[in-house]
């Protein structure tokens, strides 16, 4: 249609009648004079209408169904998120307990060799330089730390304090190449110096070189004069090879240490030495010796030929 005066006029018109026709439609109510022409349409139309509606619903379905699985996403999420909350709070319990056993097995240690700690945790392992078994912990001079302190945890022996600074020290692990203790045996008093070997047992040279030891030996630590480095009867390690006496001034054994150099984490600095040598008293309790069982061995006797009635064996 062209865009002349005639059309426009023809346009108000036809807005003008069908606004007409709304009022008149809505005043009438249900009877509306337009009601006929409506069902007519709605005849008409209705069938069209089912046919676009049946072609659109799977749309507004599938619509509706991308809308609901977005939402079962975001709760599977969600609950994915909440698992893993609940699993990292339950590793940090776990690593809590862990720690509480850690300390509660160091201060029954400290208590047993009356030993003032200072409790640290190890926050680096090795050094800035060189190839050291060492530790730093996160304990320093403010917490009154010096160098040349024993350090423990509830196993045993962890080392000594090389380093110090204000908030961390430096501690050189028992299993340090360049570490020597002098050590004591608990059962025979034989006195000798452990070195470290790494990953491998302490090399100790016992100053008796008739000295009787075998596997299963334990050692402390003889302590140190002043108590620096080395406060007395801390526990050591375990013999696990003894070189045979070949007549040599001094005899070697091998201990594997209580403590895992491997896997520290709670420690303790001995700041104050006991007043008494706690010889070995702080050596964990030796398992009980399972007693034998008694062994009963019945033995079967022969049973003769029957008797009768007067006791008189029938031939």
Known sequence: MR????SRLLLVLLIAIAFALITVDIRGGEDS??????????TVFGPVEN???SAVDPIGNAIAAVKDSGERHNRVSELERE?????????????NRSKIRQLDSMLKTAGAGQYGIKGAQVIAIGAAQGFSWTVTIDAGANDGLKRDMTVLNGDGLVGRVTT???NTATVLLANDPDFTVGTRMERTDEL???SGQGDRPLRVQLLNGKAKVKKGDRLVTFGSQADKPFVPGVPVGQVVRVDPAGGDLTRTIYVKPYVGFTKLDVVGVVVQAPRTDPRDEVLPSK???PKPTPTVT??????GPPADANGIDEQ
């Open 298 to 303: 019945v033995t079967a006797t022969p049973s």
């Open 192 to 194: 000798g110096f452990a």
């Open 164 to 166: 110090v600074g204000p």
């Open 33 to 42: 004079p337009v009601d006929g022409a409506r069902q007519a349409a709605a």
């Open 83 to 95: 698992n893993a909350t609940l699993k990292a709070k339950l590793g940090s319990d776990d690593r």
């Open 287 to 289: 398992p009980a010796k």
């Open 51 to 53: 046919g676009v509606s």
């Open 3 to 6: 865009d002349t005066r005639e």
